[in-house]
C-alpha cells in the first residue's frame, strides 16, 4: 500500500513535466501570437503607406495638369468679341482714307526682294494706288504680303479682326506695269494665337495680269467671316516672274 501510493505521487508529479516538455509553454505561445499581430499589423501599415504614396502621386499628378491648363489659359486669352462691319468695308480706297482698313505688315518669303508703296500715283482714274515691284534674288524665291488686324501684331499673335458677315465678296482692281505680271491674291488664313474665322485661306488662283485696270473677285458666299483677322493678300514667285514684276492695285473692299 505504502509502495503504491509512492507510485502514485511519482506520476502526478512526472506526467506533467512530460506534458510540459513535449509542447511550448503557455508564455511561447503567447510571444507566438502576439509576434503574429505584430506582423500583421506591419503589413497592413505597410500598405496603409502605399496606398497614401499612391494617393499623393496622384494628387501630384492632378495638381500639375490643373497648373499646366491655367498657364496655358493665362497664355492664350480668350478672342475678343468684334463689331459688326457694314459693307462695303474698304482695306483700301486711297492712300490715307478713314476707311482703310487693315495694314499691310505681313512680310513674307523673301521681303528683301520687295518694294511696297501705297501712295503712288498713277493716272487720273487712280490718283493714288497700292505699288509693288518685285525683283527675285533671295533663296525662297517667293514673297508675299499680308493686309491683316490689329496694327503691330504678327500673324495672329494679337487678337483683332472685324466681322465681316455682311460681305459676299471680296473685290479689287489690278493691272501690271508692262502686261503679263503673274500674282495670287487671298482673303484670310490668319492661324497663330488668335486664328482666323476663315480657314484656309481662299484663293483667286494664278492671275496673269494686263496693263489696264481689271476687276477681280474672290467670292465669299457661305464662308465664315465672323473674325476675319488676314483681310488681304498678295503673292508671287520667280518661277511666275522670273525677271520681277510691277503691279499696281486700287480699291481693295468687302462687299454685299
Known amino acids: 500500500m505504502k509502495r503504491n501510493t509512492i507510485l502514485l505521487v511519482l506520476v502526478l508529479l512526472v506526467v506533467p513535466l512530460l506534458l510540459q516538455s513535449c509542447g511550448p509553454s503557455t508564455k511561447e505561445i503567447e510571444l507566438t501570437v502576439q509576434a503574429g499581430i505584430n506582423q500583421e499589423n506591419t503589413r497592413e501599415a505597410l500598405q496603409k503607406e502605399q496606398t497614401d504614396v499612391a494617393n499623393t502621386q496622384s494628387a501630384i499628378k492632378t495638381e500639375g495638369t490643373a497648373m499646366a491648363m491655367t498657364q496655358t489659359a493665362m497664355a492664350i486669352p480668350p478672342a475678343q468679341a468684334v463689331t459688326a462691319a457694314s459693307c462695303p468695308f474698304y482695306i483700301y480706297k486711297d492712300w490715307g482714307a478713314e476707311v482703310n482698313h487693315f495694314v499691310p505688315e505681313g512680310w513674307m518669303g523673301d521681303t528683301q526682294d520687295i518694294k511696297l508703296d501705297d501712295n503712288y500715283k498713277l493716272d487720273p482714274e487712280h490718283p493714288t494706288v497700292i505699288q ?3 525683283k527675285p534674288s533671295g533663296d525662297m524665291q517667293w514673297a508675299g504680303v499680308y493686309w491683316w488686324d ?3 501684331s504678327f500673324f495672329g499673335s494679337k487678337d483683332g479682326g472685324f466681322d465681316l458677315s455682311c460681305a ?3 473685290t479689287f482692281w489690278a493691272r501690271g506695269e508692262n502686261g503679263g505680271e503673274k500674282a495670287e491674291f487671298k482673303a484670310g488664313g490668319i492661324a497663330g494665337t488668335f486664328r ?3 480657314q484656309p485661306a481662299l484663293s483667286s488662283g494664278p492671275i496673269t495680269l494686263t496693263n489696264s485696270w481689271v476687276q477681280y473677285t474672290i467670292e465669299l ?4 467671316l465672323s473674325h476675319v483677322i488676314g483681310g488681304f493678300v498678295w503673292v508671287t514667285n520667280k518661277p511666275q516672274n522670273p525677271n520681277g514684276s510691277v503691279i499696281y492695285m486700287d480699291d481693295i473692299l468687302y462687299e454685299h
Do not use: A
Request: aromatic content about 6%; glycine content about 12%.
Open 221 to 224: 458666299s457661305g464662308k465664315d
Open 132 to 134: 509693288i515691284t518685285y
Open 168 to 170: 459676299t465678296k471680296l
Open 150 to 152: 490689329p496694327p503691330g
Open 196 to 198: 482666323d474665322s476663315l
